[in-house]
């Protein structure tokens, strides 16, 4: 009997990433005090290898599909999808990250363990199949962001960032624990799979008004981390004062984690009573895409803006997600990991652009950059041409496969009025462009300094992300369509 | 409603009401005679310094939190402890696992000086 304690070896090969990560963010953790301060860039060396590895754990894991630890845990193409995903954003934020903190701080490398241990709650979230394990999930990865978020502690903008972060996003984790206890009271499970099981069997099933009330205390929790109206007030003022590589992270990373955990539970767990919950995401879609949008066309700082648009993209993916169907929740997924290089693309030229100190965040500091420095301004207009959702960039496959999804599950309003709101982001995105083009260079502008190797091969990445998506959708695509059949 | 609630609500029904005659009836029948000294907090006979609400240092929260560390330890390993033939290598391997972790914790809190006074 003991011996059988022991999970099988194929369990442990399935949750490889989590392994893989905890281990590099250990093992940094332990080097930190260790090493001079000289050397301490290469904890960001040992983090990257580390992801890398957990990539490579992703490829394994995939290869053992199914559940794994009495089905707490559940490793499927949407698992391995958004497993990979975010381990690709936590690669891109550190390389961003490198140059960064010699600049800002160089005595410190827990950072790179803190983004390490965000990662590892986030591929729990991808993979998790039980409520409690999105929560530990959600746990591990919030608590790792709102440190990250006030990591120079001298700054007061961080400061502030931090404190309401962690106040905001605790209270929102409350609601969702409370939604969890709820739909444990009802349907006696915190099996996803079981939960639908009970709830669309007509003898078993719970008070549809208990339900709805789990269902709904769940979506305030989900979304607040996905930044959706109206849940939404905290993003500007956090990203805008967090660091820029940080701000780059927590915008793709958890989001999309978040996304994953929304989808799967609504697709599987409150599948049986989707008629209740369409029409709020409905509404949240539309709610999302307006403020957002409109929000943005008001800001200077170029981090609120990329802020305000970070919320309005999750604006578009609800509108998938209200489609509810396996054809939005693959435009979803797809658009999430166009989403990713584009933001974090953007977030990198930030990064690059805004100095010690983080002086210059204005959207007219940027006036010359494309004499100055026509690289990362053509970078740039990458990045932002895609978030405006320009034919050959991710961006614009993004939308149109989350439109289509939105047209077959007949919302013809959702998609005319997001169509409309994609016109209106068109503004505030090319007048970052005009401003870097046709502006004389000012005093920024003149003084930008060479981009840092480890920025340089971000922005690259990121680059050729957006256009990989834009020119061959279809490699992400398929594999999305495939996926996107979750267990039932 | 259902049936089966109708004795709790009388239990808090009777609670509550309890707590507040008790609180009545004292306030009608005792003295009243309030003075500085009788209202000063009571610390082991010894007049207060300074109010409660002060600064303190930062450092007994780190050693609040490192306190958690062997706190959680112990939760884990006498469980371990007393069910150890039951769970044999299986409980070894995991309670190194875990311990391992909470091991590289101190170790980090160590060479950070947590643990040195002043």
Same mark, same amino acid.
């Given at each position: ?5 022991f ?13 893989v ?22 904890l ?27 089905q ?20 891109l ?10 600049r ?24 998790a199949?039980?409520?409690i ?9 919030s ?9 120079l ?16 996003g605790?209270f ?27 709830l ?37 003022d ?80 609800m ?21 990713a ?21 204005d ?25 405006i959702?320009i034919?050959?960039?991710?961006g ?8 289509k ?12 009025i ?26 920024a502008a ?25 020119i061959?959708?279809?490699?992400i ?12 | ?17 309890f707590v507040?005659t008790m ?14 000294t ?8 010894i007049?207060?310094a =300074? ?5 303190? /240092? $930062? &450092? !007994? ?6 306190? @958690?560390?062997?706190?959680?330890? =112990? ?5 371990? /402890? $007393? &069910? !150890? ?6 409980? @070894? ?6 311990l391992?972790i ?8 160590y ?8």
């Amino acid at each position: 009997m003991p011996a059988s304690l022991f999970p099988p070896y194929e369990d442990l090969l399935r949750i490889l990433p989590e392994i893989v990560l905890t281990i590099a963010g250990t093992l940094v953790m332990v080097l930190e005090p260790a090493l001079r301060p000289e050397r301490k860039r290469l904890l960001g060396g040992i983090a990257i290898a580390g992801l890398l590895v957990a990539l490579w754990g992703t490829a394994v894991a995939n290869l053992f599909r199914g559940p794994a630890f009495h089905q707490m845990v559940v490793v499927d193409g949407f698992a391995t999808f958004f497993r990979a995903l975010v381990i690709v954003v936590g690669i891109l934020a550190v390389l961003c990250s490198i140059h960064y903190l010699q600049r800002e701080r160089p005595d410190s490398g827990e950072y790179y363990a803190l983004v390490l241990f965000s990662v590892v709650g986030q591929s729990v979230m991808a993979a998790a199949n039980e409520l409690i394990m999105i929560f530990i999930g959600l746990e591990i990865s919030s608590i790792a962001t709102y440190v990250l978020a006030g990591y120079l502690r001298d700054d007061r903008r961080n400061n502030e960032s931090a404190i309401k972060y962690f106040l905001l996003g605790s209270f929102a984790t409350a609601f969702l624990l409370y939604g969890i206890a709820w739909i444990y009271g009802a349907a006696g499970t915190t099996n996803l799979v079981e939960i639908r099981r009970v709830l669309s069997t007509p003898e078993l099933a719970p008070p549809r008004f208990l339900v709805g009330v789990s269902a709904a205390l769940m979506f305030v929790g989900f979304a607040f981390k996905v930044s959706a109206a109206p849940f939404q007030v905290w993003a500007p003022d956090v990203y805008q004062g967090a660091p820029a590589p940080v701000t780059a992270f927590m915008s793709a990373g958890p989001k999309a984690a978040a996304f994953a955990i929304f989808l799967r539970v609504y697709m599987t767990a409150f599948e049986p009573i989707s008629n209740r919950w369409e029409p709020v995401v409905w509404l949240s879609a539309l709610a999302t895409m307006f403020v957002g949008n409109f929000a943005a066309l008001l800001q200077n700082n170029i981090k609120r803006l990329l802020a305000y648009s970070s919320i309005a993209h999750a604006g578009y993916v609800m509108v998938a997600v209200s489609a509810h169907s396996e054809i939005g929740t693959a435009a979803a997924m797809f658009y999430l990991a166009a989403y990713a290089f584009m933001n974090v693309g953007a977030f990198a030229v930030v990064t690059h652009f805004a100095r010690q100190g983080e002086k210059y965040v204005d959207v007219d500091d940027l006036a010359g950059l494309g004499h100055r420095q026509p690289v990362t301004a053509a970078l740039f207009s990458i990045f932002l041409l895609s978030l405006i959702g320009i034919p050959l960039t991710g961006g614009f496959f993004g939308k149109f496969y989350i439109f289509k999804a939105a047209l077959e599950a007949k919302l013809y309003w959702l998609t005319v009025i997001g169509l409309l709101n994609s016109a209106v982001a068109a503004y505030y995105y090319l007048r970052i462009l005009v401003v870097m083009y046709f502006h004389e260079p000012g005093e920024a502008a003149q003084t930008v300094s060479p981009v840092a190797p480890g920025v340089k091969i971000a922005l690259w990445a990121s680059a050729a992300g957006t256009l990989l998506l834009g020119i061959f959708p279809s490699v992400i695509l398929d594999f999305a369509d495939r996926s996107a059949a979750l267990m039932k | 409603m259902p049936e089966g609630y109708v004795p709790f609500f009388i239990f808090v029904a009777a609670a509550v009401g309890f707590v507040l005659t008790m609180l009545l009836v004292a306030k009608i029948l005792r003295p009243s005679s309030p003075f500085a000294t009788k209202l000063e907090a009571y610390e082991c006979g010894i007049r207060a310094a =300074t109010t409660a609400r002060g600064r303190y /240092a $930062v &450092r !007994y929260y780190i050693i609040a939190i490192l306190f @958690v560390i062997f706190d959680v330890e =112990t939760v884990f390993l006498f469980p371990w /402890a $007393v &069910r !150890y033939k039951v769970l044999g290598w299986f409980g @070894v391997v995991e309670v190194a696992v875990f311990l391992a972790i909470l091991i590289v914790g101190y170790i980090w809190a160590y060479k950070k000086g947590a643990l040195e006074w002043v």
